[in-house]
């Protein structure tokens, strides 16, 4: 299956980076990042892995967690798309909410 990062959860994870950047350090932000990035990855060969998202309970939205965060995607037909990456002791940000839905 294809793995497809949607513009907003690009964003999401910049934003990610650059606060454990100012917070702790740049490696310690760019190893968080790449930890993120590699757990989305293994959707491409098991893309059911992931929960079905709690907050919305739609079975075609899951999620994975890759420690502090959550990792949210669509299946389709042949592709993954990922949707957004936020903190997983958060709510799913509502604006978030509007884009999957769409």
Known sequence: MNLI????????????????????????????????????KALENF??????????????????????YRIVYRLFDSSIVILTVFEGHKLLPEKDIDIMIA
């Open 5 to 40: 990062w949607t513009k907003q959860a690009l964003e999401r994870l910049e934003e990610i980076q650059d606060f454990i950047a100012q917070r702790s350090s740049p490696l310690i932000a760019e190893n968080l990042i790449s930890s993120i990035i590699e757990r989305a």
């Open 47 to 68: 893309p059911s892995m992931g929960r079905m998202v709690p907050d919305l309970s739609r079975i075609e939205l899951r999620e994975l967690i890759e420690g502090n």
